[in-house]
């Protein structure tokens, strides 16, 4: 060095390098000592403690005049691990587009359609989302899937689960087994409690769990006398809608219900929304077109963009044409003239008349001959392109099991008319008699009440009878049944049913044997030589059936066990996952007796036989059961259904005009709730009112049928055409497979290499060991940095962490949330806070772009030419306007040949990079030309900047669009109602008063338009960026 240099080195404030590691910057202390000869500097590298180093070792900062081929020569590049941290630092950021950050995180199985309502919702501008998938494809999951990413990307920490009263704890369950998310089961007070202090609802992964009938608000729920826990609730959620949203998330199940306007269930939705940042709405209701209840649910999703009917369905017109062009650019027939037929059709809709990514798209479509075919790639990239302009596929997403079961199982369905004993027989109309004379002495109660009884012996006439004599009123939890009949709420019915009971014991005391009831069951018998063949035949498997009428599973459970038989019971009120865990593991229990409840939100696909003993009126409560066994896991080509009725009665003649006519058994009812419509409950109520004959039973099933036909004949109709309409399409599932092919997610190395990293350039005194098994890790944090980072996760609020205890603690790290249970080691997941710590820390430290020199073995990267060198430069791409987008890029480029590698190529290229490359450490003396290696890093620098220039102006056209599409919604839904205000005034002349409150409305109605606009053009226009992440060479041997 010379003595300019050692005079720099000694003054305080210089800044220097390590020679061989670039990337440590560091600030000389103006402390220096010649040792023997040795001249020596005290330099303090990011932050650390001072040392003393060699002046070779350094250089100055200011110094640096070489380019890159200097620094290759001189061997004076950065090493791969410092590309790792980078791609380390800016995918474990949250917020690159191509990274599914829930992908394989999960204690689920990938599926790769689960994930399209992942990327739909990133892409909602409204972040809300329909999941409108058939029964039985994972709605629940998609949801938890969504929770998952929004976790990682939006740092999300509250979410609020809405179900019906009986799937809360499955929720509870899914969320903590599967998505390492501890939920609390909570009511109308408990909710409102929390919400009564919203600031301390920011426990790091908070989920509260309501059913929906435990929070709805009553009507008059605005007047402060109506004092219950749920108007209370209502007001509050009323309250905090002006503030910011109380929860990250808001998941809706069985979202169906809030499709009438005019329900509490539509009111509890309206202001849940309004505290929500993001909501998902899960229903397996199908895409109907014609169907208003439709508009309800999306409305509630975009509140702003489809606040009346009329802008949805020109929404959904417009869209049709963009979803034909993308399906022609699936088959290879298709002519260039062909797609652009349906683009000009889409053109002629207002939607998308300005839309500058159409007109972009037909512009390039007409400088192609249209009579020619486009190629692969050609195809591709269209569809994405067409894609884009999708009007709807970020807000409803639809999957049909028909479109992901290939191999789905087939339904074998067998029914069994069982004849009545004469025992069975004689007891039946001896309990009908004593129903019939307590109409007739009580002034004929409602018809349901009086027919309970005998659905109580359509099940199992012994353990009716026994029920009766026994004087117990209605079991708690058949209520249930009654609204699955009628529609009716069962509510308020046990005292009413207690008094029919109890006559109905009293008459038939002493005119029936139990004892010989016992021994004369029919239906037992059948079902017992059932359940022996099958299970001789198939030692092990397993059998569930299903009963509406607790006491019948109890009296089955007895027999069975009488025969030989395990059987187990599963009903509400219990711990169903223990229950069927303990069943499905056992070696000796042969058949799961399900209840009605239990049946809801199980998965029983371990299974293939299931006997109906006794039939639910509603098909779809048939459907719903079946639908345990006959979902996504299921490994048998057949299912088989068998199910009983006592010949002659009501349920004999619904099985055999009603389900068998339609084979309600062997067709799975995708939406039956649109299907049946309120069929099944007129017909219930009818049936159940004891006033008709026979005959008269017999032409309202027919007529039921008849109903269910038509409807369900239009709605496939409807089906196909909405697949037309709001099809993501196949395109979108399999951009998920490739990214999980490509391993395009955080994995475990990526986590420790992450840490190992920190640790290593931050934390002198630490130790990190592999323990070698199970992912364990022994970690001591020095002092300085354990309480740094336990007054880091106090300050954020986040889960506190041994790390912080400063001792050598055993942790696991595994990029996998926690699953129930108590763990007996802390696990570091891409959610653990020392990770959040870590980019904290990582975006305080000096940009620096490392220049690289690497070799990789041809056989990891089949797409380079072997013995060649290429010329790369990866970017980190930012975009932000209507969304936000970050993204990777790189360009790779022949020295030889100057060659551009393609897009694809490039992609898969950096992954392997990160995986398989090492340093070429003998690049100063195998490099070839200076001249080439400068000029093939020129050219890569410029191809990059180019194709950012593109992807930057197709961005501000998505963009523009998006805009102008909110603009004319908000403009439109403006216009009507302000008209709507005005024909008020015009129709109430003379009534001042209220004119005075409707011109107060008129003027509310003028600022908010104004501040949803004014919000809109905020993002009008995009924010970018480019970040250098590397460059360098690669060496293909």
Avoid at 704 to 729: F, K, M, N, Y
Wanted: proline share 3%.
């Amino acid at each position: 060095m010379t003595v300019q240099q050692h005079e720099a080195l000694s003054q305080a404030g210089t800044k220097v390098r390590m020679k061989y590691d670039p990337s440590q910057i560091g600030e000389c202390t103006g402390k220096a000592d010649d040792d023997d000869g040795d001249f020596l500097v005290q330099v303090s590298f990011n932050g650390k403690r001072p040392d003393w180093f060699l002046a070779d070792q350094l250089e100055l900062l200011e110094e640096e005049v070489e380019d890159d081929i200097t620094r290759i020569r001189t061997g004076r590049t950065d090493t791969i691990d410092t590309l790792k941290r980078a791609f380390a630092r800016i995918q474990l950021g949250g917020k690159m587009s191509e990274i599914f950050y829930s992908m394989d995180t999960t204690h689920t199985e990938f599926m790769p359609h689960q994930f399209k309502p992942v990327l739909a919702m990133l892409d909602s501008p409204s972040q809300g989302l329909l999941i409108a998938d058939e029964v039985g494809l994972g709605k629940t999951i998609e949801a938890g899937l969504i929770w998952t990413e929004l976790r990682f990307r939006k740092q999300a920490r509250r979410l609020l689960v809405v179900c019906p009263a009986m799937l809360t704890e499955k929720w509870q369950y899914e969320l903590r087994y599967r998505f390492g998310t501890a939920g609390t089961i909570t009511d109308a007070a408990g909710l409102l409690k929390i919400l009564e202090h919203p600031d301390q609802v920011t426990v790091d992964n908070q989920c509260i769990i309501c059913s929906l009938q435990g929070i709805r608000p009553p009507s008059e729920w605005e007047k402060a006398e109506t004092s219950s826990p749920a108007a209370r609730l209502a007001r509050r959620l009323n309250e905090l809608s002006i503030e910011d949203p109380v929860f990250d998330m808001t998941i809706i199940d069985e979202a169906h219900y809030l499709r009438n306007p005019e329900t509490a269930s539509a009111t509890l939705g309206n202001l849940l929304r309004r505290v929500s940042d993001h909501i998902a709405l899960l229903t397996a209701t199908p895409v109907n077109t014609s169907n208003r209840d439709l508009h309800s649910l999306v409305k509630l999703a975009d509140p702003d963009q489809f606040q009346f009917a009329e802008q949805f369905q020109s929404i959904l017109e417009a869209n049709r044409p963009l979803v034909k062009a993308s399906n022609a650019l699936k088959l290879q027939a298709s002519t260039y003239g062909n797609v652009l037929e349906h683009l000009a059709d889409a053109q002629q809709h207002w939607v998308l008349k300005r839309s500058e990514q159409l007109q972009e798209l037909i512009q390039e479509l007409e400088g192609y001959d249209l009579s020619t075919t486009p190629n692969s790639s050609q195809r591709i990239r269209l569809r994405e392109r067409v894609e884009r302009l999708n009007l709807l596929s970020h807000i409803i997403t639809r999957t049909r099991k028909r479109e992901v079961m290939v191999n789905r199982a087939t339904r074998e369905a067998k029914h069994l008319p069982v004849p009545m004993s004469p025992e069975e027989q004689s007891a039946y109309d001896i309990a009908t008699e004593a129903i019939a004379r307590y109409a007739e002495e009580n002034d004929s109660p409602e018809g349901f009440l009086l027919a309970m009884p005998q659905r109580q012996m359509s099940s199992c006439i012994y353990a009716a009878v026994d029920h009766w004599l026994n004087k117990s009123g209605l079991v708690e939890g058949d209520d249930g049944q009654f609204y699955e009949d009628t529609g009716e709420d069962g509510r308020g019915l046990l005292e009413s049913s207690s008094r029919l009971i109890g006559y109905i014991g009293r008459h038939i005391a002493g005119k029936v044997d139990l004892s010989a009831l016992r021994s004369s069951d029919s239906k037992y018998s059948r079902l017992n030589a059932a359940l022996s063949e099958f299970l001789k035949r198939h030692p092990d498997e397993k059998v569930i059936v299903f009963s509406y009428f607790k006491k019948t599973l109890s009296y089955l459970n007895s027999r069975l066990k009488e025969d030989s038989i395990r059987s187990i019971i599963v009903q509400g009120g219990q711990d169903k996952k223990a229950i069927i865990d303990e069943f499905r593991n056992s070696n000796t229990q042969q058949v799961l007796l399900s209840s009605e409840v239990a049946s809801e939100g199980v998965d029983l696909q371990f299974m293939r036989f299931i006997i109906n003993y006794d039939l639910p009126w509603n098909p779809m409560k048939v459907e719903q059961r079946i639908g345990r066994v006959d979902r996504i896991g299921q490994k048998s080509p057949k299912i088989n259904i068998l199910s009983f009725v006592y010949k002659g009665t009501i349920d004999d003649k619904i099985l055999s005009r009603l389900f068998d006519r339609l084979n309600l058994f062997e067709n799975s009812l995708g939406g039956a709730e649109d299907i049946l419509g309120d069929s099944i409950s007129v017909m219930s109520k009818r049936l159940l009112s004891g006033k008709l004959t026979p005959a008269q039973q017999q032409a309202q099933i027919e007529q039921t049928a008849d109903a269910i036909e038509q409807r369900r004949r239009d709605e496939e109709i409807v089906d196909e055409s909405s697949s037309s309409l709001v099809a993501l399409g196949d395109y979108i599932q399999s951009q998920v497979t490739e990214a999980h092919n490509s391993n395009r997610k955080i994995s475990d190395e990526d986590l420790i290499e992450y840490i190992t990293d920190f640790l290593d350039r931050h934390a002198p005194g630490h130790t990190i060991n592999n323990l070698a098994k199970d992912h364990q890790f022994t970690i001591k944090l020095p002092p300085n940095i354990a309480v740094d980072f336990g007054d880091f996760t106090r300050k954020e609020k986040l889960t506190p962490s041994r790390l912080s205890i400063g001792h050598e603690q055993t942790f696991i790290i595994n990029n996998q949330v926690a699953s129930g249970g108590k763990q007996k080691h802390e696990i570091i997941n891409q959610f653990h806070p020392f990770i959040k710590y870590i980019s904290l820390k990582s975006l305080q430290e000096e940009p620096h772009t490392p220049l690289l020199a690497l070799k990789v073995n041809a056989s990891n990267i089949p797409v380079l030419e072997t013995g060649e060198v290429y010329a790369f430069k990866v970017e980190n791409w930012s975009f932000s306007g209507s969304k936000e987008e970050d993204f990777l890029r790189s360009s790779f480029v022949n020295c030889n040949t100057l060659n551009e590698v393609s897009r694809n190529d490039a992609s898969e290229i950096m992954g392997c990079i990160r995986s398989h490359a090492s340093d070429w450490l003998e690049a100063p003396t195998q490099l070839g030309s200076d001249e080439k290696i400068r000029q093939s890093i020129d050219t890569v620098e410029k191809l990059l900047a180019r194709k950012y220039r593109k992807e930057l102006k197709e961005k501000q056209s998505e963009n523009n669009d998006r805009i102008r599409i909110q603009e004319e919604s908000v403009r439109k839904s403006h216009e009507k109602k302000r008209s709507q205000l005005e024909q008020a005034i015009n129709n109430n002349i003379g009534n001042s008063r209220y004119i005075k409150m409707t011109r107060g409305r008129l003027k509310s109605l003028k600022n908010q338009t104004e501040m949803l606009l004014e919000k809109i053009n905020k993002k009008k226009k995009i924010k970018d960026s480019r970040e250098p992440v590397a460059v360098g060479i690669l060496k293909v041997e």
